[in-house]
């Protein structure tokens, strides 16, 4: 049950939780995420005098900006739920486990997001047919090591952390295997969108999704011509300390080296790019001109059913072919 969707929140990486004050903001700020990059906001009802105010900021947003995927936040109630519903919200996320809000969403096909912190919240969900959960609030609730132990009772949830995360930590979720996405508010704060810095509103979305990506150098590759002339490069490395262990078709000098023994991929060798997630990255590094060799994926699993670990671009840079690994 809503795998398409759980994959496309999965691809998103990060949902800012928006609280509007007027509803007339909700276009200029989607724009202004979708020029960062985030593909995924959710629009929370908080303003307890003007529900309806909400309901057509969610409206605007899904009838005028159809890129973005708008979800509403903060749904409490069966109420909540329809007029979002009826709003044209893609998902609905709760603060907490409410069975009412969970059943009607699942009834109108609309994806829910229940909050929860404890393992019998997560048994109710689970139990509701629903496997990405709200963790909420997430730094109060434990964090990353709350999210380590539901791993081996709940392998099949995911969760969407929610409440204190930040770019500072953000990246220690999205190292964890059962993190679908993260959700916070530091990119859309009041006062920005109060002032209408949308500009500075873009940046700050282009800071966190290159941060969700985890970006960072893996080892570079330097092709060689046959056994012998690789390990003459192997003596030369081993002059710096690095030390050099052998494999198959390779020879490892420390992490930071690998000396091919036949290199057949790149003209001079390869880089090896490191991300939390080759999935996400692949569809950030698309809209840049680079696409995935198929044939060179590896899983972490099943081939197909389970996460990518490793696979090559289509690009080389300056001779040299690139793939990405799993952090």
């Known amino acids: 049950m809503f ?26 700020l989607a724009t202004a995420l979708l020029k960062g990059g985030i593909t995924s906001m959710e629009i929370t009802f908080r303003n307890p005098s003007d529900y ?17 995927t708008v979800g509403a936040g903060t749904v409490t109630s069966v109420e909540l739920a329809k007029a979002a519903i009826d709003s044209g919200a893609a998902f609905i996320v709760s603060p907490g486990f409410k069975e009412d809000v969970v059943d009607y969403s699942i009834a109108h096909g609309v994806v829910t997001y229940p ?7 997560i048994t109710a969900a689970a139990a509701k047919g629903l496997s ?24 099949r949830i995911k969760f969407l952390p ?13 190292a964890l295997s059962n993190v679908a996405a993260v959700s916070g508010s530091w990119m859309v704060k009041g006062s920005l969108i109060k002032a209408k810095q ?10 966190a999704v290159e941060a969700s ?23 030369e490395f081993e002059a710096f300390g690095f030390k050099g262990v052998e494999g198959k078709s390779s020879w490892f000098c420390g ?25 996400r990255a692949l569809a950030y590094l698309a809209d840049r001109g680079f696409k995935p060799v198929a044939d060179s994926a590896q899983w972490t699993g099943d081939a197909e059913k389970s996460p990518l670990k490793f696979i090559y671009l289509d690009k080389e840079i300056n001779g040299f072919a690139v793939h990405l690994k799993k952090r």
């Not at 969707?5 to 007027?22: F, Q």
């Not at 909050?115 to 919240?121: D, F, K, L, Y």
């Not at 992490?255 to 999935?279: A, S």
Request: aromatic content about 8%.
């Open 213 to 235: 990506l985890g970006f960072g150098f893996a080892h570079v590759g330097i092709n060689f011509h046959g056994d012998g002339e690789c390990a003459e490069g192997v003596k």
């Open 198 to 207: 949308w500009d500075e509103i873009t940046r700050l979305s282009k800071e």
């Open 132 to 155: 990405v959960l709200k963790f909420f609030p997430a730094e109060i609730s434990g964090g990353c090591a709350a999210l380590k132990a539901f791993a081996g009772p709940f392998p």
């Open 115 to 121: 909050g929860v912190s404890t393992a019998s919240e």
């Open 255 to 279: 992490t930071e080296f690998e000396l091919m023994k036949n290199g057949v991929k790149g003209k001079n060798g390869h880089i090896g790019i490191l991300t939390y997630n080759i999935e």
């Open 3 to 28: 795998e398409k969707e759980y994959d496309l929140l999965h691809k998103t990486g990060i949902v800012p939780v928006v609280a509007l004050d007027s509803p007339d903001d909700a276009v200029p």
């Open 162 to 174: 929610s409440g204190g995360l930040n770019l500072d930590n953000m990246g220690n979720y999205f």
């Open 52 to 68: 309806e105010g909400t309901a057509r900021a969610i409206r605007d947003v899904h009838e005028k900006v159809s890129a973005m």
